[in-house]
Structure formats: structure tokens, C-alpha cells
């Protein structure tokens, strides 16, 4: 079935179909889709589809699908969580619903960049939301989740070198990813803590809480990866103090190193 205008070329000229019922007072078309002229250019065969419903407003364009592919969804969001205009939903059968995004000039079989996905934990109706992201090409199994969120608000970030040896940052506080990261995972997989520009990192800085370090044995070093292997703390460089005190054993001497470690 075709269905065509016999209008002049112009801007949103093409045919539709109605579809629609009475609803007591009259007829009305409760829903259209329309294929329509894209502009007003003369020989310009460009199209575009769209989906429009009936409201209060009257016949109110919902969806519009252009001639080179974009899908434009025109939704009223609302300001609560149960007042949502946009939705996706699932038919209960799977564990996975959301939304893909595509590289269309790759014609390989693995052309989906990223993604946002919600998986159902258990139940029917406890979910957490991921992202996810695709970090080689040629490969399906290498799309790995980035950022989670449980169903109890848990954040989680994964961040990891990628086949470039360039170390996969968390940005904080603003900071974009991967230019002046806050926290992130060196080559050789530290954990590195560190301040934008020349700053400070504080630890507990406006409250009185208690700095726990190497509390499973480990060492602490200062200024050095160099560790003692029979210290607990190394410093090189300077270093000041106002006290010194051996809370433990009943040995009180102390045991202090000069020089390279």
C-alpha cells in the first residue's frame, strides 16, 4: 500500500495514516504516522518518518526517525522518579534491557562502541545500572562494565591499563577522565592517589578521625619506592618532628638509620 500527497514539494509534505476511534463525543485519530519531505529543496528526496499521538495539546509528535538514520524521541520528563515519560521496558523474560550505541561505518560484526544496560539481580525487581565500553576491536567478549550501580547504591568503578599501557583513570570532583586524574591505576597496577596541578592530598583533613596505614603488615615510604625490609616506615629526605614515644614492648631504645637505605 502507498500512500502519497498531491501537494506541491515543500517542507513536511508526504502521506499518513491515522489510526484512531470514537470516543464518545466524536471520532478522533488517537495516533499518526506520517512520512513527510525533509525541506523545501527542489529535487531533494530526502524523507523522514514520524509518529505522533493525541493529547490534550491535540496531534503531538512523539517520535521522528530522519533520512540519515537519527531517531529523535520527544518525551516530557518528569521531575520524579515515578513520573518518568521515558521509559524502556522489558518483557520479564530477559535479565538485560537498554540502550547500545553503534558505529554504523564499521561493517565488522563487533561494531557496538558502548553501553548502558540494567540487569536484574534478583527477583523481578531489584536491578543495578552499568555502563559499559568496548576496548578492542574484533573481539565480542571485550566489553567490559565500567561503572556499576547496585540496587543498595553501591558505586562501582573498574579501571585498568589498556593494550597501550595508558592507565585507566576515575576523575572526581569534576576533573575530567584521564587528563588530571585524582585516582587511578599506574602500569605496573598501583593504586595511585594524587591532587590536581601542585596540590595537597588530605587524608581526614577537617575532621578528627584516625589515619589507619599498613594496618596488614605492609610498609609505608616516604619520598622513596626503596622500602627497609626490616622497617615499618621509610623516609627519605628531610623530616621534622616534636615528638618521638615506643608505645609498645618494654624495650624503649630506638633504632634510627642515616644515610642511603
Known sequence: ?????????????????GLGGSYGAGLVNYALIRGAKESSTYNDSNGYMSFTVHSSAGQVERMRISSGGVTTLFANIGSAVDNAQLQIKSDG???????????????SSFNDLA???SYIESGNAKGNLQFWTRNSDGNNNDKTTRLRISSTGALTIT?????TGNPRAIGFGGNSIGTNPLIYYD??????????NSGKVFLNGDTTGDVIL???????????TN????????VVGNYHTDFIRN?????RGYLLRFGAN
Not at 515543500?10 to 502521506?15: E, F, I, P, S, T
Not at 523474560?93 to 561493517?107: C, E, H, P, Q, Y
Not at 599498613?214 to 622513596?224: D, H, I, S
Open 247 to 251: 608505645y609498645y614492648g618494654s624495650n
Open 159 to 163: 579501571a585498568s591499563a589498556n593494550s
Open 227 to 234: 622500602l627497609v625490609s626490616t622497617a615499618q616506615l621509610t
Open 214 to 224: 599498613a594496618l596488614g603488615g605492609g610498609k609505608v615510604g616516604v619520598g622513596t
Open 187 to 196: 602500569n605496573a597496577g598501583n593504586l595511585v592517589v594524587d591532587s590536581t
Open 93 to 107: 523474560s530477559a535479565t538485560v534491557t537498554g540502550l547500545m550505541f553503534i558505529n554504523a561505518a564499521n561493517t
Open 115 to 117: 553501553g548502558i544496560a
Open 1 to 17: 500500500v502507498t500512500i502519497r500527497s498531491t501537494d506541491s514539494q515543500g517542507a513536511d509534505v508526504g502521506g499518513t495514516i
